[in-house]
């Protein structure tokens, strides 16, 4: 498995901001619950750090797969030790440098999660995006992923 974390993620998923303060605590995310469907199987999850702070984890992706048909699938949530009520939170999905991107909740107001979104990816590898607009102060997180393989 390749994995290489993306310096630089897409313009449209980049949020500024920060957040004075932000300490890296035990991450108390919402639980992770399988919302991809009974077909899916649970991969793993992956940190959502902070912009400023990158060892502040203020949320997870999780990357589901499902055998049968060959799809993976994502969903992004926040560490609700750090975000708290109704926020942005959004998750992108694609094949690795294959197709355009799948994606949920950009310019959202969630209050858990965003997803599922779901690509192709049997035999290949997928690229990943999650991130979350947290508080009044513009605090942002996001982090991308790419190559990881999917099933």
């Not at 939170?89 to 997803?115: H, K, L």
Request: glycine share 16%.
């Amino acid at each position: 498995m390749i994995r290489k974390h993306l310096a630089t993620v897409v313009a449209a998923t980049v949020l500024a901001g920060g957040l004075v303060g932000l300490s890296a605590g035990a991450a108390h995310a919402y639980p992770r619950v399988n919302k991809c469907g009974s077909a899916y199987d649970f991969k793993r999850s992956w940190d959502i750090n902070d912009i400023h702070y990158v060892d502040a984890v203020v949320g997870f992706i999780d990357i589901y797969y499902n055998r049968g048909n060959g799809y993976n699938c994502a969903i992004a949530r926040g560490n609700d030790a750090v975000v708290t009520g109704q926020h942005e939170i959004f998750v992108e999905i694609r094949r690795s440098r294959d197709g355009s991107w799948i994606q949920d909740g950009v310019g959202s107001n969630y209050t858990s999660y965003a997803g599922p979104v779901y690509a192709y990816g049997k035999g290949a590898c997928i690229d990943f995006i999650g991130g979350l607009k947290y508080n009044e102060f513009s605090g942002s997180g996001d982090t991308g992923y790419s190559s990881v393989h999917g099933g």
